[in-house]
């Protein structure tokens, strides 16, 4: 029976639910040549608050990932944009892939290192499938996830505020993110709320 889960992956809150994979539901529909690859279709963005929690971890995953892939810096937003790939002309959703998915693996990134929308939020069409208690407890985790972001997104801007440094000197963002403490991890139950019954087919 597929779950979701409201779990840590080193440290790191993550939401998820074991039925992605086989997702047949409307956020996944993809054209025909399109790879199997549920709501995995969007423009992706780091800010600090995911960059800074990628550098505590692991440096080197988060320079992989500027090093592979094409990224735009928004400066005013400090924020790194990965456009999403596209299959063919059609501007649409249904043609595109996120920029990190592979073909019949699913995300390459490791849980803690995605977006932080990927890692928490579930699709709205599941709401119908968990029961009302269940799901104010999936809110409530939710809403612990959210404030922690944004404590910790509004120190980071600042920081860099403060200091007068610019987005797109990555280098040096990656120095003074290496330099500043860990965040504290925000400390959360495990738990696993049941879906009524496969949403998917
Ligand atoms: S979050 Fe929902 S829409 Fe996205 S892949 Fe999972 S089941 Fe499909
Ligand atoms: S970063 Fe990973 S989880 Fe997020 S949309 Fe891309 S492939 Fe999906």
Redesign the pocket.
């Known amino acids: 029976m597929n779950k979701i889960l409201i779990t840590t992956e080193k440290e790191i809150p993550v939401i998820k639910y074991t039925g992605c994979a086989n997702c047949n539901l409307p956020c996944g529909k993809r054209e025909k040549n399109v790879p199997k690859r549920g709501?995995?279709w969007?423009d992706?963005e780091l800010d600090l608050y995911d960059i800074k929690n990628i550098i505590d971890r692991d440096k080197s995953i988060f320079i992989d990932i500027i090093s592979k892939h094409p990224y735009i810096i928004d400066a005013d937003l400090n924020v790194i944009y990965f456009s999403a790939n596209k299959i063919n002309n059609n501007e649409n959703r249904e043609n595109k892939v996120?920029?990190?998915?592979e073909k019949d693996k699913?995300?390459?990134?490791p849980v803690y290192a995605?977006?932080f929308i990927?890692r928490v939020t579930l699709c709205p069409h599941l709401r119908k499938y968990i029961d009302t208690k269940e799901y104010i407890k999936i809110k409530q985790v939710n809403n612990l996830i959210y404030r922690h972001r944004i404590k910790y997104l509004d120190l980071l801007n600042r920081e860099l505020y403060e200091r007068g440094i610019e987005m797109n000197k990555i280098d040096l963002i990656i120095e003074i993110l290496e330099s500043l403490p860990k965040l504290k991890p925000l400390e959360i139950q495990n738990a696993e709320v049941y879906v009524k019954s496969n949403c998917l087919i």
């Open positions: 709501c995995c969007y992706v996120c920029i990190f998915f699913g995300c390459s990134l995605r977006p990927c």
